[in-house]
């Protein structure tokens, strides 16, 4: 299993950047997929989570109305678009499979190696 986030980088405030991560080695396409964070000293959290059709999806209350996430199950292939970027959105962005969620918590079973994510002028 392989999960290659890519599209990270350093970003102005008010900028945007759109992260990818190309998936193998699972049927992707029959899993909810999605993004977390984490930043400096804080602990990961969700960002958003999307069901295996792209009908259905999640955002953390902190992105939503700025970040959009989309699937290509034909390419295996995630995407987080993020707009306004602030800089508190500056993290290591993880993209993961499999996720699931038990009483409020997301954990996921497979996991990307992160795409670090700077917003700052």
């Known amino acids: 299993v392989q999960l290659q986030a890519s599209g990270g980088g350093l970003v102005q405030p008010g900028g945007s950047l759109r992260l990818s991560c190309a998936a193998s080695?699972?049927?992707?396409?029959?899993?909810?997929v999605g993004w977390f964070r984490q930043a400096p000293g804080k602990e990961r959290e969700i960002v958003a989570t999307i069901d295996p059709s792209g009908g259905s999806t999640y955002y953390a209350n902190s992105v939503k109305g700025r970040f959009t996430i989309s699937r290509d199950n034909a390419r295996n292939t995630v995407y987080l678009q993020m707009n306004n970027l602030k800089p508190e959105d500056t993290a290591v962005y993880y993209c993961?499979?499999?996720?699931?969620?038990?009483?409020?918590?997301?954990?996921?079973?497979?996991w990307g190696q992160g795409t670090q994510v700077t917003v700052s002028s």
């Open positions: 080695g699972f049927t992707f396409s029959g899993y909810v």
């Open positions: 993961a499979a499999r996720i699931t969620s038990t009483g409020g918590t997301y954990g996921a079973k497979y």
